[in-house]
């Protein structure tokens, strides 16, 4: 009998240690799951804060992380249409930490990480800037296939089409012209002078991951020309393994056609030691003839882009990361379509081919309390053009340009620093642009080469209630005699977790350069032009103040925050181009930069947000402002025109809104719109017979997309989509005609009403 008991109690500890395996130590092990149904969500973001490590729970929604060093570090989980949530976690190397979120089901989201505030990875509630976020579910809700139709969808930023022939969109932020304002991708300027002309339509909404937008120059950091503001695209990471495919057509207006196919695909290893994002997007739109003159409206337009991120990590403290991408886009406006550019009346066209890419190497030292960030990023644009008319055969042109990037960046966190725990940044740039801009037939051969070595400092000091952080940056252009300083400071006042008040005073700049888009502008009426810098120019310069208060609040099944911003921008020595003569070699028209007046823009942007879960989701936004010169500015070359000191093409009221419902479980839709206020455009002769200033109506345009999504398995999905754009064709009513139209007197809605239907095909 006592052998007997013997061996059942060798039997029951075997059992035991069967069931409750000796857990290892330095280790993290957890489950995600859905709050209310208690469902395992799987594909969840899981990141240590302190170490930037981070994995994806598995399909059963469990996650592990191995080789954790002891200490206390900071859980953050994220997944699509669920609030972040965080635990403070102690790892030991005795003994695996159990860890179990439950994530509750996200109305608003008010709480991102964002990078465009100090360039680090913040939350957004701590940020001392404010940071507005775009992402996917916008994108989604306004069925926008580039980054052009998003921008409108953000207080204080407004697209608009420039042009009826070649389509050059540009985004105003505070009223501020395209060139005032940064674009980034994945914080790198490599948006040049050349690329920004079209740009913004060359950016599918399926590379990107999100928008961070910085309105004013409070993001001074990465480059003090961000003047009116910064667009830093963040493209797609892999964070899971998941694909999408993607259809759409649609048909403006019952004129002509436009087709979409996009496609992404994202493979993230077991131990997320390595992953890569795919993206491909096929747009081809035809010409478009609003007021049938034969002359289109929306020019003809083909684009294909290709794109990848990914990451290694060859060590626990290291990570490698590439990012590329290459389009290749043909765009035509004017008439005549079926025959070569120097045999119709009018023809813009241009054939681009772009590559662009990144590397960056980041390191950390010291449990993570350091970083240090190497960098290089750099992007060539291939152009061929035509921009002529009255079958002139030497307005062909060709176009090539070079930019670079390279820097460094070091990040050290300090237990105290003067009088609180702080945050240092610091780092060294170099900036390289090369253009050579080429139009035979005028004898036109410009080379211009842009040169800017920086250096940037900051620090941020954290406080239980306030941030302050201070910084500046030095920028030697070789187009400036000296070197140029642009401070800035902000401060972040934060009671408590749902009301952030926010101080902002910063300076920057705007360098002189030779080229410019109105070059080819002038070249379509036949006319060779050439720019030079006037002696002695100076660099524009702008000082920016704005001041805001971020409220979240609650009443009974309701969430929402507003955002209040106030914001106020001087510039002096506002750039200007004036006629000076003609070249005695090649007669072209000699245009010289000079330095003018001043100019203030001031106002105040509003967001507001309000939700009851799926059921009903508000987003709107409206702008008040004011844009003036301080002394008129004379736009035209008659006489008899006067000048005037509000800026052309700029409301001082404009505004948007989203409106999403799921009031069925597979059924779900949204309503949105874009209000543009009344404003003055030049109107320049030739279809009309002398220059004039006219003043504008107001235009809003309404959207309406519908979702069913059917589920085909535990994973895969089925979604078909449909709906209208622009619903009551809000388009401009008084287009010019003809070969002889002033083509710039374009304005209000981007596109006539649109009927689309699509179809997507995804695993998550």
């Known amino acids: 009998m006592k052998y007997i008991l013997f061996i059942m109690g060798l039997l029951c500890s075997y059992v035991s240690m069967a069931i409750e395996p000796v857990k290892e130590g330095n280790v993290i092990a957890g489950h995600v799951i859905e709050k209310g149904s208690e469902n395992s969500l799987p594909y969840a973001t899981v990141l240590i804060v302190e ?20 200490g206390e570090y900071t859980l953050k989980v994220q997944s699509m249409g669920y609030n972040t949530q965080t635990k403070k976690i102690t790892v030991s190397k005795d003994f695996t930490v159990d860890v179990h979120f439950v994530m509750e089901e996200e109305t608003i989201m008010t709480d991102e990480v964002v990078v465009s505030a100090n360039r680090n990875e913040t939350s957004r509630k701590v940020a001392p800037v404010v940071v507005n976020v775009m992402s996917n579910k916008l994108f ?16 204080g930023l407004r697209v608009e089409n420039n042009c009826q022939n070649c ?14 304002s940064q674009i980034l991708i994945n914080s790198r300027p490599v948006m040049s002078a050349l690329s920004g002309v079209y740009g913004l339509e060359q950016i599918p909404t399926n590379m990107i991951e999100r928008v961070e937008v910085v309105r004013g120059g409070g993001s001074a950091l990465f480059g003090a020309n961000a003047v009116g503001g910064t667009i830093n695209i963040i493209t797609k990471d892999p964070v899971s393994n998941s694909f999408q495919v993607s259809s759409t057509m649609s048909n403006l207006n019952g004129k002509v056609w436009e087709q979409y196919v996009g496609a992404n695909a994202s ?20 010409p478009y003839d609003a007021d049938n003159d034969g002359f289109s409206e929306l020019g003809k337009l083909n684009m294909n882009t290709f794109g990848l991120r990914s990451y290694y990590r060859p060590t626990q403290f290291s990570r490698i990361s590439l990012e590329y991408h290459t389009t290749n886009e043909f765009r035509r406006g004017g008439n005549k379509f079926d025959l070569q550019p120097h045999e119709t009346d009018i023809t813009e066209q241009t054939k681009h081919i772009i590559n662009s890419g990144g590397l960056t190497y980041d390191v950390f030292f010291n449990e993570y309390r350091h970083k240090l960030s190497v960098y290089g990023s750099a992007q060539h644009t291939d152009r061929n053009s035509y921009y002529g008319a009255d079958k002139n055969a030497n307005a062909y042109g060709k176009t090539k340009d070079l930019t670079a990037v390279g820097g460094a960046m070091y990040v050290g966190n300090m237990d105290d620093c003067l009088f609180s725990p702080a945050t240092f940044t610091g780092g060294v740039e170099y900036n390289y642009n090369s253009l050579h801009d080429v139009m035979t037939g005028y004898n036109r051969d410009l080379r211009q080469y842009v040169r800017i070595f920086s250096g940037f400092a900051q620090n941020e000091w954290k406080m239980t209630y306030f941030t302050l952080l201070a910084g500046f940056r030095l920028d030697k252009h070789n187009l400036i005699d000296n070197i140029i300083f642009s401070p800035r400071v902000n401060l972040l006042w934060k009671p408590t977790d749902k009301i952030q008040g926010r101080l902002t005073w910063s300076t920057g700049f705007r360098a002189p350069q030779a080229y410019d888009e109105d070059l080819h502008v002038a070249a379509v009426g036949g006319e060779a032009m050439i720019i030079r810098l006037a002696d002695g120019l100076k660099p524009e310069r702008s000082n920016s103040f704005s001041g805001s208060v971020d409220w979240g609040f609650n009443f009974g099944h309701f969430q929402s925050n507003l955002l209040v911003e106030g914001f106020y921008t001087s510039l002096d020595n506002v750039f200007y181009l004036t006629k000076v003569g ?16 001043g100019a203030r823009v001031y106002g105040a942007n509003i967001d507001y947000k309000i939700a009851h879960g799926r059921e009903a989701q508000l987003q709107l936004g409206f702008t008040v402002q004011r844009s003036r010169y301080t002394e008129a500015v004379s736009w035209s070359e008659d006489q008899d025109v006067d000048p005037i000191k509000r800026m052309p093409r700029t409301p001082d009221y404009y505004g948007y809104f989203t409106f999403t419902s799921a009031p069925l479980k ?6 949105s719109g874009v209000y543009t206020g009344k404003m003055v455009v030049p109107h320049f002769a030739g279809y009309i017979e002398k220059d004039r200033l006219e003043h504008t109506p107001n235009f809003m345009e309404l959207n309406l997309k519908l979702n069913y999504t059917f589920v085909l398995n535990d994973h895969l999905k089925l979604q078909l989509n449909g709906g209208v754009q622009n619903m009551f064709n809000a388009f401009q009513k008084d287009l010019d005609r003809g070969a002889l139209r002033d083509s710039k007197y374009f304005y209000g809605p981007t596109q006539p009403r649109t009927y689309f239907i699509g179809v997507k095909f995804f695993n998550w």
């Open 51 to 70: 170490t930037g490590k981070g994995t994806v729970t598995d399909a059963e929604g469990y996650f592990r992380f191995k080789e954790i060093p002891a």
């Open 140 to 155: 989604e809700a306004v069925n926008s296939t580039d980054l052009a139709k998003s921008l409108n969808y953000q207080s």
């Open 167 to 180: 389509g050059f969109p540009q985004v105003r932020i505070n009223g501020l012209e395209g060139p005032y």
């Open 267 to 286: 493979l993230v290893s077991s131990d997320n030691s390595y992953g890569i994002a795919l993206y491909q997007s096929y747009r081809n739109r035809n």
């Open 582 to 597: 003609t070249d005695a070699d090649t007669g072209a028209e000699i245009q010289e930069r000079r330095n003018g007046y």
């Open 666 to 671: 597979n059924f779900d839709f949204s309503l």
